[in-house]
């Protein structure tokens, strides 16, 4: 699938925008770019041929996905897979190298290895990995996507008053520069049938502050593709949610 330029564009400023809000705010203090992004493995039993590639949200890093066990909850559920989790912390969404070096540094060399690669992100890590799949379907398997960003209130109140992403119409003609209904015109697609989209699952705590627009995009997704755990933008809420997750055997399929 080849994506448009104009559409890179909005996904830059996009997370750029984000980014910049964070900062301006006083919550995160950038950590180093470096080149090439630093990772962890987790390796799974034999050789699999499947990969996860985990990232994290803004506060976290990438060996937090091993103190909350998410290898060993894979396993439980039977999945065969390596996990890597990548250190994409917020100074490549503020560079505008997020996708540039996931792919370079991650993608690109598994796909040499691997059968099948998905993606999964948490937080700002869930808004990366929609992201890369917007530009670069054609590198993944499957996408699931933990308690995202999704866009400012205004817009979401407009998605809801209209019934929801179904009956929502964005604007016509939509500005290029208009990030955050960019963003809700490609998950609607799914609403529109997900027949040769990537697929996606969702998950969000019930408490989380971005509980609503989530919800709201689950609407989008077939059946079984959307889960709701106890908490809210926390580890004990993702960590249920992964369980979930990796009991649908999707990892397997």
Not at 58 to 67: L, V
Not at 155 to 183: N, T
Not at 203 to 212: H, I, L
Request: aromatic content about 12%; charged content about 20%; overall charge positive.
């Amino acid at each position: 699938m080849k994506v448009q330029r104009p559409f890179q564009v909005w996904s830059l400023k996009y997370f750029l925008g984000a980014a910049a809000l964070l900062l301006l705010a006083g919550c995160v203090r950038l950590r180093p770019a470096t080149v090439p992004l630093r990772t962890v493995s987790y390796p799974g039993s034999g050789h699999p041929r499947t990969l996860v590639v985990l990232l994290p949200g803004r506060r976290d890093r990438p060996e937090d996905f091993g103190r909350e066990h998410f290898p060993e909850i894979a396993a439980r559920a039977g999945a065969d897979v390596d996990m890597i989790a990548v250190d994409a912390h917020l100074a490549y969404y503020y560079n505008r190298t997020i996708v540039e070096r996931l792919r370079e540094d991650v993608i690109a060399p598994a796909r040499q290895r691997y059968d099948r690669i998905w993606l999964m992100g948490i937080s700002i890590g869930g808004t990366g990995t929609l992201l890369y799949a917007q530009q670069h379907p054609e590198d993944l398997n499957g996408l699931v996507v933990f308690a995202a960003y999704l866009g400012d209130d205004p817009l979401i109140q407009e998605i809801s008053a209209a019934g929801g992403v179904r009956g929502w119409k964005p604007p016509e003609p939509l500005a290029p520069d208009d990030f955050q209904r960019h963003v809700w015109v490609w998950l609607k697609g799914y609403a529109n049938g997900a027949e040769g989209r990537l697929p996606l699952y969702l998950g969000w705590g019930r408490s989380d502050g971005f509980a609503k627009a989530n919800g709201l995009a689950a609407q989008a997704l077939p059946p079984g593709r959307a889960f709701t755990a106890p908490g809210g933008h926390g580890w004990r809420a993702w960590r249920n949610l992964w369980e979930q997750f990796v009991r649908t055997g999707a990892l397997s399929k």
